[in-house]
């Protein structure tokens, strides 16, 4: 008689749920084989064959075959239920718990404003899509009202980034779904972002424009903020890598460089936007002659301490510098609208119109195309700096061939915060 096994107190691991198995005959009968894996309670895991009952050989082989597989589906379904392993999903379930398991996926690699972005983005399906039930999107009709959505989202004006983040979170969905064999196809990875989206703004300023703002905040006496504007541009500097700079970002036995290693977002202080981001930037000579005057007049120039703080020593919204500092001086200038992004965007246009090569402005901007050799190396090639330099000094002709005329307090440092 054979032995009866308790296994009440045993967990069963999830090792082999998706295999064939395979089959055995003996005598007149068809039997099943599959192996489970188990962990015993003094922690040993063990290895045992299942065998069971499929009926006659009569049955025949691809029968039998089809017939394994449901009782190997069977068993797990109800044995993976032990402890310590969360519950199935099955095609009843909604697409927010798909969608809770593309978070549980991906969120520890997430940094703290990525977190943020990205719970927004998943928040947005959750609300639209999260109540209904995973069936229902294994139908063309569903890929049909999903496309409609995604145009309903272009014809708001709503950007290109906006609406591929929707679909790449929608996609990772469905993904889940389908690894699950919850549904037999993802319709999501049909569709595509529509061509009707918001444009992507490409303005930048002209040379001339950057030397007119720069030369208009040293004659109102905004020195710090002249400063600040000449090193977005000359830097290629994020607005959050510039105003999380501080005073031991830049090292006087390397004065010709900037460390850039931390970065504000808005969910605070992070690391910089890319690995790659993680790096130096080249600091012309013209403009380490204005940050060493800016350091003799700033007061706390303590290691640690911000290169451009507020007022009360705190780090710079560089939103709010954006709406109180440059975007006044843009239109008293009569520039206009004006952008952190445009300062970079104006560096790489001007450096690659003036003759320097991709490879040097990459360099300079630490974009993801740089050469891996730049990036491992973490060091300015002589032709960065040879093209920053000359980048700058030109800037700086056109902004001296005017002579300046101060108010009379401008003859002070003016800070406005």
Not at 109 to 131: C, P, S
Not at 202 to 210: A, C, G, H
Not at 360 to 369: A, E, F, K, L, S
Not at 370 to 377: E, G, Q, R
Request: hydrophobic letters at 35%; charged letters at 30%.
């Amino acid at each position: 008689m054979p032995k009866v096994m308790d296994r009440r107190k045993w967990i069963l691991l999830p090792d082999g749920e998706n295999q064939t198995g395979w089959l055995e005959k003996s005598g007149a009968k068809m039997y099943g084989c599959f192996r489970t894996h188990w962990r015993l309670p003094d922690g040993t895991e063990r290895t045992w064959r299942e065998r069971v009952d499929l009926g006659q050989q009569s049955l025949g082989v691809k029968a039998a075959e089809r017939l394994l597989i449901d009782k190997i589906r069977e068993f797990f379904a109800a044995n993976l239920t032990a402890a310590g392993l969360p519950p199935k999903g099955t095609p009843d379930t909604t697409f927010a718990w798909l969608l809770e398991k593309v978070k549980e996926a991906r969120s520890p690699d997430w940094k703290a404003n990525t977190a943020r972005v990205n719970k927004m983005y998943l928040k947005i399906l959750r609300d639209k899509l999260g109540h209904i039930p995973i069936r229902d999107f294994a139908t063309v009709e569903m890929q049909d009202y999903l496309r409609g959505w995604l145009h309903d989202l272009a014809a708001k004006k709503l950007s290109r980034s906006y609406i591929q983040h929707v679909l790449i979170y929608l996609r990772a969905g469905l993904n889940e779904a389908l690894k699950r064999q919850l549904v037999h196809y993802n319709y999501a990875s049909e569709l595509k972002v529509p061509s009707r989206v918001k444009d992507v703004d490409q303005r930048f300023l002209s040379e001339d424009q950057v030397a007119t703002l720069i030369r208009h905040l040293r004659e109102h006496g905004q020195r710090r903020d002249a400063l600040v504007v000449t090193m977005f541009y000359s830097c290629a500097l994020r607005p959050g890598e510039l105003f999380a700079l501080r005073w031991n970002d830049w090292d006087q036995n390397r004065p010709d460089q900037l460390r850039i290693d931390e970065a504000f977002g808005k969910s605070g202080l992070d690391s910089p936007k890319t690995p790659r981001s993680r790096s130096c930037v080249y600091l012309p000579e013209a403009v380490r002659s204005e940050l060493h005057l800016w350091k003799e007049w700033c007061g706390d120039v303590a290691p640690n301490t911000w290169m451009f703080a507020s007022k009360r020593g705190t780090p710079i919204s560089y939103d709010n510098y954006l709406e109180r500092t440059l975007r006044p001086a843009a239109k008293d200038c009569g520039i206009g609208e004006i952008t952190h992004q445009m300062l970079r965007r104006t560096f790489s246009t001007v450096a690659v119109d003036g003759g320097a090569s991709p490879k040097d402005v990459q360099g300079q901007m630490r974009h993801t195309q740089a050469s891996m050799s730049l990036y491992y190396a973490k060091s300015i090639p002589k032709s960065v700096a040879e093209e920053v330099d000359k980048l700058t000094n030109r800037l700086l002709v056109k902004i001296d061939s005017q002579p300046d005329t101060p108010p009379a307090e401008a003859s002070k440092l003016k800070v406005i915060r």
